[in-house]
């Protein structure tokens, strides 16, 4: 009589378990599908600024109607003195950037079509191409002063360009057109606070 009360009482408890594992997997897949319906919402990707330079790298320049992201920092005596994060594909910028936590927070403001072409048009101004590969080898490896400009693309891939040298002689780590792009997004972001 016992066996028979312990193997009904096993028996009871192996199908609530198999019921309840099919209930969780049920959960998981539900879970993993909306994980991944939700990470098509943002630029891909990255829905973030903070890995942005894990990325993988772009070979060339792409069109200004490929720019997804822009993030600028730029550092003075292990300070940072100009930040700008911009998140055109998913139309958010953060006024205020604190360096690790963009991405982390919500957007300060919200950029309609029209900042989005006065953005693109900043960087429509700047020759680009002539920053690819910039080094100044008089001041590579020297610390001090450095900048950095990384453009994550639609395709998922991101463009970095950077300087440094000697804070004293910043202008020799600055390629043409370096003080009309931190003038201009500096004025862009200021108009929108």
């Not at 693309?153 to 202008?171: A, C, I, Q």
Request: negative net charge; glycine residues 8%.
């Amino acid at each position: 009589m016992r066996f028979i009360l312990l193997c009904s009482v096993i028996l009871v408890l192996c199908s609530c378990s198999a019921e309840k594992n099919d209930n969780l997997s049920s959960q998981e897949s539900d879970v993993i599908q909306l994980s991944t319906s939700e990470s098509h919402t943002s630029i891909p990707p990255e829905s973030d600024f903070f890995n942005i330079g894990a990325l993988p790298k772009s070979n060339k320049i792409q069109s200004l109607e490929n720019i997804a992201k822009i993030l600028f920092t730029e550092f003075d005596d292990m300070q940072v003195t100009n930040m700008f994060a911009i998140d055109i594909g998913n139309k958010g910028m953060y006024l205020n950037p604190k360096r690790g936590t963009e991405g982390i927070v919500d957007y300060d403001y919200a950029l309609s079509d029209e900042d989005v072409k006065e953005v693109r048009s900043i960087i429509g101004y700047i020759p680009l191409d002539q920053w690819s590969g910039y080094e100044n080898a008089d001041l590579k490896g020297e610390g001090g002063y450095s900048w950095y400009l990384d453009i994550q693309y639609l395709d998922g891939t991101v463009k970095t360009f950077s300087g440094n040298g000697r804070s004293s002689e910043k202008k020799k780590a600055q390629p043409e057109g370096y003080s009309k792009l931190v003038e201009d997004l500096t004025v862009f972001m200021q108009s929108k606070k």
